[in-house]
Every structure is written in structure tokens, then in C-alpha cells.
């Protein structure tokens, strides 16, 4: 296995300097060196992705969550903006407060999934591609936080009556069963909330991996990953 010289210290969150000298990918990926640096770009990933869902215009504004939005509700606001574009932007805000709410259901549970990386989970981040970190986090913790958030975007989407709103808007148009399947003639409440919250959540996964990518040169660089 290729072997990666580390000639500059590391320094942790802790303030603790650490040097190491010529060792294997093995030993870094097993040693508590290696496990520490990558929690430690999660963590500062988790953190942006953070402040920026409890700020509603930062969130409105970035173009990562953006491109997290589920294909079903693209569609839909493409139709609505031939016919209310007023009421997309509306329905974005009601999103964006929504957001806010979640923050603190989320956080923990990434948090923890980060804490519970292992040697083998590591292995896999230095031998793969910039954004492997992210992709893992996501494979342990996608389901999980689309079913916890999703009772509150509902609860918070039912409280600022968009669902009804958007099936006014689209009422007599015919176009919903062609964007959401079958034959059907309104968005329910449970399925807006769903897409919503795959948005949040997918979003928040772009702005961790778009973080780990920006920083894996500096904080990634003396394991190898340049």
C-alpha cells in the first residue's frame, strides 16, 4: 500500500501538536490521528451547514440547497411559476423557516454518526475520492434524518397553509397527476413535507461534502489527501 510521508505537524481542535513521521495508509486509518482529522472536517462541515439553515436569507441564497431540491418539486414550482410565481418564492420562505426548526433535530444526529466512525470507515475515506467523508456520513444517517425532520417541515408548512395554497393555485389545471404520478388532483400535506425535507437534508450533505472538499487540502494534505 502507498505510503505517505508527513513532514508538517498537526494540529487538532484540541491545541495538542502532533507529528508523525513515515507510516502506511493502514496505520493512519487506525490511528487516532487519522479518525481525529476526519471528524474534525465533518464536524466544521456540520457546523456551516448549521448556521446557515438557522439564517433564513443565507439559506434562501445558497445554491446548494437549491440543487438538493427533489426532482417531484422542481416540477412544481415550474408550473407554478407559469401561474402564481409569487407563490414559489412564498412557499421557498415557508421552506427556509421551516429549516430553522430542524437544525437542532439534525445536528445531533450527525454529530453522533461522526463520532461513530471507525478504523475501516476511514480506510475508505483515504483510498477514495474528495468527498468520500460526506458520502459515508450520508449512507449512515440519510433515512434517519428525513424521518426525524419531517414531522416538524409538516408541522411548520401545515401552520403557514402553503399545501393548501399550492393545490388552489393548481386546482383545475390537470397537471399533477403528470408531475407526481397516477391520478392525482392535489399535493397532500405529507407528501410536500417529504420533499422538503429531502431537500433540507440532501442540502445539508452538499454544503458537509462542499466543505470537506474546500478543506481537504489543509486539513486532509498530511494524510495523504491532497
Do not use: H, W
Amino acid at each position: 500500500m502507498k505510503k505517505y510521508i508527513i513532514a508538517a505537524a498537526l494540529i487538532l481542535g484540541t491545541g495538542i501538536v502532533i507529528t508523525t513521521s513515515v507510516q502506511s495508509c493502514t496505520t493512519l486509518a487506525t490511528s487516532d490521528v487519522g479518525l481525529a482529522v476526519i471528524k474534525r472536517v465533518l464536524l466544521g462541515g456540520i457546523n456551516k451547514g448549521a448556521n446557515i439553515y438557522g439564517n433564513k436569507d443565507a439559506f434562501m441564497q445558497n445554491d446548494l440547497i437549491d440543487k438538493a431540491l427533489p426532482k417531484e418539486l422542481r416540477d412544481i414550482n415550474a408550473t407554478l411559476e407559469k401561474i402564481a410565481p409569487s407563490l414559489v418564492q412564498k412557499e421557498k420562505q415557508y421552506i427556509a423557516e421551516a429549516a430553522a426548526y430542524t437544525v437542532n433535530i439534525s445536528k445531533p444526529i450527525l454529530e453522533s454518526a461522526v463520532n461513530s466512525l471507525n478504523a475501516q470507515d476511514v480506510t475508505r475515506i483515504l483510498q477514495g475520492e474528495k468527498g468520500t467523508a460526506t458520502l459515508i456520513l450520508k449512507e449512515k444517517t440519510q433515512t434517519q434524518l428525513i424521518q426525524a425532520i419531517a414531522p416538524r417541515v409538516e408541522q411548520e408548512l401545515n401552520k403557514y397553509g402553503i399545501v393548501k395554497t399550492i393545490n388552489t393555485a393548481l386546482s383545475g389545471s390537470n397537471l399533477l397527476g403528470s408531475l407526481l404520478g397516477g391520478n392525482k388532483t392535489s399535493v397532500n400535506s405529507g407528501g410536500l413535507s417529504t420533499l422538503a425535507s429531502e431537500q433540507l437534508v440532501n442540502g445539508m450533505f452538499n454544503i458537509i461534502q462542499d466543505y470537506e472538499i474546500e478543506n481537504s487540502k489543509s486539513l486532509l494534505g498530511p494524510l495523504g489527501k491532497q
